[in-house]
């Protein structure tokens, strides 16, 4: 089962290079499986960044890899 974020929440992602990025999720889909992320900076730059739930707290990118999702505490 995917976790439950909410829209608007904070959120670091991980990409394995340790280089952990802030973002806020902005768009959640209704069966929860995939969400989008607005980087405002790091290792992909600014933008929005689709994701697709693999695992426990790991989403795919739709360009290829994994990266991992946590809450922002």
Known sequence: MPPVFKE???????????DPQAGEIITISDDRKSLT????????????????????????LLAGGKVTVQRLM
Do not use: I, Q
């Not at 608007?8 to 340790?18: A, L, Q, S």
């Not at 992320?37 to 933008?47: A, F, K, Q």
């Open 8 to 18: 608007g929440e904070c959120v670091v992602v991980e990409f394995g290079r340790g």
């Open 37 to 60: 992320v607005r980087l405002e900076h790091g290792v992909l730059g600014p933008g929005d960044m689709p994701l697709r739930w693999s695992a426990g707290n790991e989403y795919d």
